[in-house]
């Protein structure tokens, strides 16, 4: 049985440094674990949240409850939710990490040097991870499971309005790391829905290796300008889809119309179309048709709009608006040249594709493009830690000093 | 010839951030020059600084004659000292950039998914850098050649006292990158010894992707607490020598000895000695008497001492301490475990070894020490990134976010 201490919550500075300090020890343990150890926790945990279903369900309606009075909209309220169907996909989560491989202590460019002396890289675990999030009780179980495969103590700070739900899980995820003789502290969630904890575990550099925020901007906004402590942060996806001067056409509109509406919620969807001057003429009206068709609203620059009746008119706000939407700006440009300066005028670095049969153009812009994920001939939609075979995600970084994609 | 437009350094956020703007700009041409190109200017640059020579120690004896009237002391005076000899020496720096490989477009990982499609990793730039680092104006070439061979535009920030001598260095940086056809704001040094410009240089998140500081600890501190942009940060060397129970002994003291006294000053020589209890009968007498024929000062624990009496009384801080000196603190461990333990307590996260002959020991040692190197019988002294294949370095981090050696 799990000894339970109940936190002191009034004195938040130093309940928070508990908690790090907890997770700093509990990272020593987790960095040695084995790859069997961390599977048999993720498969305990699976089960005690199943076993706990019944508690879970209570206490997420009493978040519902609340975020009903509260006055929470709908779409909150969905994400809120957690019904069987929800725990079904968390359970299978789990099981679904602790089917990846272990990427801690693989080693890599191991090479004798002139010394004699013989040199590689091992991975190894960031060590105490805070992850700060909205109101999702889902994203506790996949964060948890992350950072539990990846050998990382973690802090969870989810939004207020899904505290009883993020408890109630927490408590199935201590149970099940004690099944499987992992440290319970190994993964914590703030008690306390008080602001000052989110500015402790923003600025504990003595316990907290790195803070990933999830969720929309303002929250990493936020985070990024109080943070004391490194983030990865998963910020916009402005992705472009240049279609250059010797594009395959029916490629050209394929990966158009795929990366515009296979689904238009994600960061990885396209959000402006850049065309070649040359082959604007041909290339634009069957394709400004197909999108039309879908139900894509278009909004375009003056040539384009010449060449496609039903483009409207793009302001200089749309060439950097990240839609998330049934809605595309599009902007006929001289070349390629110009195709790359106005990516890095208003790209998000996230990820840019060129449609083209050119080697040198594509070596171009593979080179002078500089976004997480730089494309020829895909569809960005490819921009996913599992398409790239680097395991599940909790997001795609656009930051500089960086993982790509914060895989498994 | 360089058109040199005086800046307004009266308004010290808009000249920085006018500096930045002009870094982003030449860090786009950096990034897509080729390796012919970026070569060409380092040799310019080794050119126009011998052209240049007489006005740089005219420029180097005005920080000198101000030094010397400021007071600084000896060893100051030195750093800050631009002799023939060092300026032969930055020289000769440019040209072994120069022929290193260039670690921009690397394309590594290259794969087909199961998908269909291919996909890899690039080496990228960081994009635009800032460096802030003491009086010691052979900074100032050695970052700039770092980072024009990584592609990335730079900023440097050196210590007031060498402000004429980096004026006069960036002025044969410019010249020769404008001889090669690169921008000339490729390498900008901060013509104002204001300390605004470094509050501006840390917070100016739209322009700088990530700043190193170099130096000592108090500027490092500084500069993590201040920054508001990434920061690559080398911090202290305290590095441990583990010798284990089944350790080969003339490896042991043969480590121990080249680790400890091969230099003094430096981050990764050892600065504290860790021996199993079961050999330390055997190897810390002989081991101690090499140490102290050197002129190096033991300080150790009760059972250290009780095995050789010239050893001196270890405090609890002594633990902790980056001596930088002929000292070098002794602890019996009772094994493994309790080494490292004792690591994970007082050590820094550099570079920590353990001498041992057993298999299991030394993975186990490599998993569970949590430092940037972790070694099996070599000296520490092989923690350096010319002896790891990876090139020139500024310096190793210790982050948990990092690049373990920025190399060239």
Not at 97 to 110: C, E, K, Q, R, Y
Not at 187 to 213: F, G, K, N, S
Not at 214 to 225: F, M, N, P, Q, Y
Not at 315 to 328: C, H, M, N, R, S
């Amino acid at each position: 049985m799990a000894t339970v201490i109940k936190p002191d919550l009034s004195d938040v500075p130093a309940y928070m440094a508990g908690l790090g300090h907890c997770a700093r020890s509990a990272s020593r343990v987790l960095a040695a674990a084995d790859t069997a150890q961390k599977n048999r926790a993720l498969l305990a945990i699976a089960e005690t949240i199943k076993q706990g279903q019944s508690d879970l369900r209570g206490a997420n309606d009493k978040d519902m409850a609340a975020g009903r009075e509260k006055g929470l909209d709908a779409a909150l309220l969905d994400r809120l939710e957690l019904t069987d169907s929800r725990i079904d996909a968390m359970v299978d989560g789990l099981l679904q990490v602790a089917n990846l491989s272990d990427p801690v202590g693989a080693i890599t460019d191991m090479a004798y040097r002139p010394s004699g002396v013989q040199v590689g890289k091992m991975r190894v675990p960031l060590g105490v991870i805070g992850i700060i999030y909205e109101s999702r009780p889902n994203v506790t179980v996949d964060a948890a499971a992350l950072c539990l495969k990846s050998g990382n103590a973690v802090i969870l700070r989810g939004g207020s309005e899904s505290i009883h739900s993020n408890l109630a899980l927490a408590k199935s995820i201590t149970a099940g790391l004690e099944l499987a003789g992992l440290p319970a502290t190994s993964v914590q969630v703030v008690a306390t829905a008080d602001r000052e904890a989110v500015a402790q575990l923003l600025t504990m550099r003595e316990w907290i290796d790195v803070v990933i925020p999830r969720g929309g901007k303002s929250l990493i906004e936020r985070v990024t300008a109080d943070a004391r402590v490194p983030v990865i942060k998963h910020l916009d996806g402005n992705c472009h889809i240049y279609i250059d001067d010797q594009a395959d056409f029916d490629k050209a509109i394929a990966i158009a119309i795929n990366s515009k509406t296979h689904r238009y919620g994600v960061c990885n969807a396209a959000e402006s179309l850049l065309i070649a001057n040359s082959v604007a003429e041909k290339v634009l009206p069957p394709l400004a048709e197909a999108l039309l068709e879908k139900g894509v609203e278009l909004r375009g620059c003056d040539s384009s709009r010449q060449l496609v009746a039903e483009i409207g008119i793009a302001t200089e706000q749309d060439w950097g608006t990240e839609y998330l939407a049934p809605i595309i700006s599009v902007k006929v440009v001289k070349g390629l040249d110009q195709a790359i300066d106005h990516i890095a005028t208003y790209g998000s670095g996230h990820t840019d594709v060129i449609v083209t049969e050119n080697w040198s153009h594509a070596q171009r812009f593979l080179r002078q493009v500089d976004s997480s994920s730089v494309m020829v001939n895909a569809s960005s939609r490819f921009a996913d830690g599992y398409e790239y075979g680097l395991g599940a995600e909790i997001g795609i970084s656009t930051d500089r000093i960086h993982v790509g994609v914060l895989s498994d």
